[in-house]
């Protein structure tokens, strides 16, 4: 459990300032093609394609990161207004779905890469750069939804079997 | 299969697992079971509906807005406008509405001007006895008027799912932003009169300049995010970023509250809300793929056209609906249901600049009505007052903002005229 843990701390660290790098990193391109293209009249044709993949990157790298802190949105009448004994339960079930959407998101993102891999996808403005590398950011994000989908789901079984841990 | 799959969608939802789930597997369900699609296309969707350009201005704005609340922005322009507002009867909350107003025009995002103003506010109108609640209530509605005044995050959320222009919309809301502001005033002066809330002390002409060569760095920013977009210099997505960099520079170097460590907070805060609010919109987007493949935006369409239905009973409706959602889904969870009725706002010849500006309003009501009021909770933790409380003291500025989505139903021209002129 200690170890699940650590390594959920350390994980969440982690997508947390790839996350915060990474959008300071569009801030400055963004703003770097502006100047350039303001000022110097140059532009770059890769920007707008980078500057979006960055985007994307942005935000699966949060995803789980939001589930760990229960952070995403949620209609939370139900789990706020239940007696407190059905809430664990509920809270299983809604980890237990987290799990299947995990699941189904990394097998497509992955399934897909493949695919994009396979065929050698580039896209016309960004020739240096395969496509496949941006696209893995997709089941990345689902692999860290899952992670944090099975460390809800352990701790709660435990509240609920053991009545020791936390309920999260 | 269709029902199957909106079954499915509304226990999920109801149950509380987060929407872009409900949204993601119910649509996957319609679009599995109804066309064949396979599962693994989830990952096409997931990746291609936020690949977009548009969008960025989306995670910057929000950046800017993070940056500025922290650069303390909100304190110098509060002391600006009590300058100007301060001795009307009740004139810390007119300041309250103005300073609000203005820096919805730097922000983009209400918990941001809220946290910026209210905070520097709140100790004052208590110090000056004002009643907590109504304190609390002019705060929290004030703090919505940066959904409706540009640069707008909302704005571009509606614009990208309706295919309508951001540079337009944004133009829409200051008309609406300005009347709404100027209306909400004026339950703030006739209560403060009623209880005898006093005035602020007066500020001398120097004095008063002294605080605008303060605040000139900050009331410039959305000069040149709003003139560089209309002057036609930059792009929404390309103004965000010029929002990013000239906050960064005027709070390290000329306000100099700014360090490597809140930059660096900001950035994290950014990409957190930013994750939110884009997987949402992957599954918004899977889920209207799915409706419109059925063909049901366009059977509401035809219901709509044959039915005789009126635009203004359609838009009445369509506000009512939206208040009834407001309460229970967040702002980006209501604009989901802008896909769907299209056909029927294209039949019916509503205009989308006017649709947009209702749905703001009506997500800034959303907002501060319970249960799921984001504003209202966040209002009352930061002030640590009982939600009741606040409640109390938010109903007359509810009551009021209610009232004016309705005038703009019935008074199109106030969100389309400034567009119009601007653009034709």
Redesign the interface.
């Known amino acids: 459990m200690r170890k699940l843990a650590a390594v959920s701390t350390i994980l969440g660290t982690v997508c947390r300032s790839a996350a915060g790098a990474v959008m300071l990193a569009m801030m400055v391109l963004v703003f770097a093609e502006t100047i350039s293209r303001y000022v110097f009249g140059i532009s770059h044709e890769f920007v707008p394609a980078i500057s979006s993949w960055l985007m994307v990157w942005v935000t699966y790298l949060m995803l789980g990161v939001i589930l760990k802190t229960r952070e995403h949105i949620n209609v939370d009448i139900l789990p706020t207004r239940i007696p407190p004994r059905y809430r664990t339960p509920l809270l299983i079930s809604f980890d237990i779905i987290s799990l299947i959407f995990a699941g189904l998101l990394c097998f497509g993102g992955i399934k897909y890469d493949l695919i994009v891999k396979q065929l050698d996808i580039h896209v016309v403005t960004v020739q240096f750069f395969p496509v496949w590398i941006v696209r893995i950011s997709v089941p990345l994000g689902a692999f860290f939804l899952a992670f944090f989908s099975i460390e809800h789901l352990v701790n709660e079984v435990r509240y609920l079997v053991k009545g020791t841990g936390e309920e999260s | 299969m269709l029902t199957f799959g909106i079954v499915v969608f509304f226990i ?10 409900a949204f ?2 119910g649509g ?1 369900i319609i679009l599995t079971l109804h066309t064949g699609m396979p ?6 969707f ?2 291609d509906s ?4 548009i ?2 201005a989306v ?2 704005f929000i ?1 800017a807005g993070q940056l500025m609340a922290e650069s303390g922005m909100g304190k110098i322009l509060v002391d600006v406008f009590a300058g100007f507002f301060g001795r009307v009867p009740g004139g810390i909350a007119v300041t309250a509405i103005a300073a609000s107003a203005f820096c919805g025009a730097l922000v983009g995002s209400n918990l941001a001007v809220l946290g910026s103003v209210g905070v520097v506010l709140f100790p004052a109108m208590v110090e000056a006895k004002y009643d907590r609640g109504y304190s609390a209530g002019v705060l929290c509605s004030a703090s919505q008027l940066g959904f409706l005044i540009p640069p707008s995050i909302i704005f571009i959320i509606y614009g990208f799912l309706t295919q309508t222009s951001v540079a337009e919309l944004y133009m829409a809301g200051i008309l609406p932003g300005i009347f709404l502001a100027a209306v909400l005033a004026i339950p703030a002066v006739i209560i403060a009169k009623r209880k005898g809330f006093p005035p602020m002390p007066r500020a001398s002409w120097k004095e008063q300049r002294i605080r605008l060569v303060k605040a000139l760095p900050a009331i410039m920013m959305p000069v040149i995010v709003l003139g560089g977009i209309y002057g036609g ?2 792009t929404p ?2 103004a ?3 929002a ?2 000239y906050t960064l520079l005027v709070g390290v170097f000329v306000y100099r509250r700014l360090t490597w460590k809140n ?2 907070s900001s ?2 805060e ?3 809300l ?3 609010i ?3 919109l ?1 599954s918004v987007m899977l889920m209207n793929r799915a409706l419109s493949l059925i063909g049901l935006p366009q059977a509401m369409g035809d219901w709509v056209t044959k039915g005789g239905i009126t635009a203004p009973v359609f838009l009445v409706s369509l506000c009512v609906v939206l208040l009834i959602m407001g309460m ?3 702002a ?2 209501l604009v989901a249901i802008f896909p769907v009725i299209m056909p029927a706002i294209q039949a019916l010849h509503i205009n989308t600049i006017q649709l947009g500006v209702l749905f703001v309003v009506a997500s800034m009501i959303g907002t501060m009505t319970p ?2 009021a984001g504003a209202l909770y966040f209002t009352s933790a930061l002030f640590k007052l009982p939600t009741a409380e606040t409640i109390r003291g938010l109903l007359p500025f509810l009551a009021v903002t209610i009232l004016v989505m309705f005038i703009f139903v019935f008074w199109p021209d106030i969100s389309t005229w400034l567009p119009g002129t601007m653009f034709r």
């Not at chain 2, 599962?39 to 096409?44: S, V």
């Not at chain 2, 936020?50 to 350009?53: G, M, Y």
């Open positions: 999920l939802l109801i149950s509380g697992v987060p929407i872009f789930m993601a597997l996957l599962l693994y296309n989830i990952g096409i997931f990746f936020i690949d977009n350009w969008m960025i995670p910057l950046l210099i930059f997505t390309e965000a970023a010029v990013c960099i930059i660096w950035s994290i950014s990409a957190r930013t994750g939110i884009l997987i949402l992957c229970i889904v967040d980006v969870g249960p799921a």
